[in-house]
């Protein structure tokens, strides 16, 4: 990693500065291994999808799978990464009982995947983590426990399973601001399709380096928390060992550079093993596998065939509909929702007002439902159809809360698009008009209810006259009273101003 040029932060844990770098082994989206044809599905008995080079038979060679070269050229177009035109396969050298070769295929000296940035927001801040590499590698086995006594089984079906392990530089300030990188990484490898994003299968594994420091004093000694499976247990996992560290450091102790392992039952991480360096690992050259060698064309012809990214995608929303940065990120956390938006958007035709209520109301009943895009109650072109009626002033806003309530109910187009756009106007003028909703905004009908009210108030009229600004509340709530809430305040405010000019 290269040398720390990020400036202290603003907040300090009792007096230390918080220093972390990620590792994330992100598993390729491919139907096959890296180095052999056995199938990666999820799931199977244990050795039913492990052939002869996963086994590491004798005689048994890798073949290199495409398929994974290009998923790690797409993730390097994707954070504006360097993809070196030839990059080279070692053996790192180490003893598992689930390692079958005694040795892990991986990249060293010259990753495929070199540099590139991953930027995001945090507390409406703009934040950036740069990359050192991404290199290509294969996953080892499983070590199972659980149904034996005594002793461990071994399952190869993961073995040789292709990996893009992406390695960032020690940037990251805070244990809040590594989970919103972590957070960001799962959407881009997501977004672009060369991860699944699972978590809870290993398909997305983060590993923590930590470490606390004093401001302006060399990076401490780290320790690296492995296998970090969740975003809820990522948080716990930094924070407990954050805290551990510095009373060590506190109490006189030294920080022994280790691997750890966080325990959720407890909520502490444990040590597992001293921290290898890459000397311990002897890599070398492996002979079995020629230079990877990708040509300008492979990547220029992957760039043009690349779906829109979610960071240009976030540059247009701001260009081209007026958002703010902050927004347009919230906007591109997953393809489902900037669809959704851009729909919404489409049909009522004010973008600025279809993001506030796409990533407000309906992402809060969203979260409340542990439901996403892919799955909303009320489709968006019936959203936009809303909305464009608020605007319009034929709608108020509690009058939109309740049409998604409506649809929160009784929805008949779960998913979020499929209808037409005179099939959306039918349906939603119908729920309108069903519940009363519809504001009044004949000008003529208006003006003699305020009349009306008028006459009725008459000393709230003096009181506002003579300057009291609480009477003249008092008859705007009158008015709203009148129309029995359907009446465009804003429309009520401007008549009864006029009437007590």
């Known amino acids: 990693m290269s040398k720390d040029t990020k400036s202290p932060p603003d907040k300090l844990v009792n007096g230390y500065e918080v220093v972390i770098g990620f590792e994330t082994h992100t598993q390729l989206t491919t139907k096959s291994k890296i180095f052999s044809r056995a199938s990666t599905a999820f799931g199977a008995e244990p050795n039913t999808q492990a052939s002869a080079v996963d086994f590491a038979l004798p005689g048994a060679l890798p073949v290199m799978n495409r398929g994974a070269v290009q998923r790690a050229i797409e993730f390097g177009l994707a954070v504006n990464a360097h993809i070196a035109e030839k990059s080279i396969f070692a053996r790192k050298n180490y003893f598992y009982p689930d390692l079958p070769k005694g040795y892990q295929i991986s990249q060293f000296e010259i990753p495929v995947v070199q540099g590139g940035v991953v930027e995001f927001f945090l507390d409406g801040e703009k934040k950036s983590v740069r990359l050192v590499r991404a290199h290509l590698e294969e996953d080892a086995g499983k070590s199972l426990h659980e149904n034996f006594i005594g002793q461990s089984g071994i399952d190869l079906n993961r073995a040789g399973t292709p990996l893009l392990e992406i390695v960032t530089e020690p940037d990251m300030r805070s244990t809040a601001e590594?989970?919103?990188?972590a957070r960001e990484l799962h959407k881009i490898v997501t977004w672009i399709g060369i991860c699944d994003g699972n978590m809870q299968e290993g398909s997305f594994r983060c590993d923590a380096n930590v470490s606390v420091r004093k401001p302006g004093a060399e990076l401490g000694t780290r320790r690296e928390i492995k296998n970090l499976n969740s975003f809820k247990f990522m948080q716990q996992a930094m924070d407990y060992e954050v805290r551990w560290q510095i009373e060590q450091i506190e109490d006189g102790h030294a920080i022994q550079q280790a691997t750890v392992l966080f325990d959720p039952d407890t909520g502490e991480t444990r040590s597992m093993r001293s921290k290898e360096d890459a000397a311990d690992y002897r890599y070398f050259p492996d002979p079995d596998l020629p230079p990877l060698v990708i040509s300008r064309e492979w990547v220029e012809q992957t760039r043009s065939e690349m779906s829109e990214l979610p960071r240009v995608m976030a540059a247009r929303f701001v260009a081209d509909y007026g958002l703010n940065e902050y927004d347009a990120g919230q906007l591109t956390q997953s393809k489902a929702t900037a669809a959704y938006f851009e729909k919404v958007a489409a049909v009522c035709k004010q973008p600025k007002l279809a993001s506030n209520w796409v990533m407000g109301e309906v992402s809060r009943r969203l979260n409340e439902d542990k439901l996403d895009f892919l799955s909303v109650p009320i489709t968006a072109k019936q959203f936009g159809v809303v909305l464009s009626r608020l605007h319009n002033g034929s709608l108020f806003k509690n009058g939109?809360?309740?049409?998604?309530?409506?649809?929160?109910?009784?929805?008949?187009?779960?998913?979020?698009?499929?209808?037409?756009?005179?099939e959306a106007q039918q349906v939603v003028d119908a729920i309108i008009e069903a519940k009363g909703l519809n504001q009044a905004t004949d000008s003529g009908e208006l003006e003699k209810i305020i009349d009306e009210v008028l006459a009725a108030n008459a000393k709230n009229v003096e009181e506002v006259r003579a300057g009291n600004a609480k009477a003249?509340?008092?008859?705007?709530?009158q008015a709203m009273k009148a129309t029995k809430g359907k009446a465009n305040p804003a429309q009520v405010n401007e008549l009864l101003k006029k009437k007590l000019a």
Do not use: C, K, M, T
């Open 400 to 422: 939109v809360v309740q049409v998604i309530d409506h649809f929160w109910r009784h929805s008949e187009h779960p998913g979020g698009f499929g209808d037409s756009d005179e």
């Open 472 to 477: 003249f509340n008092a008859l705007v709530g």
């Open 178 to 181: 590594a989970v919103a990188y």
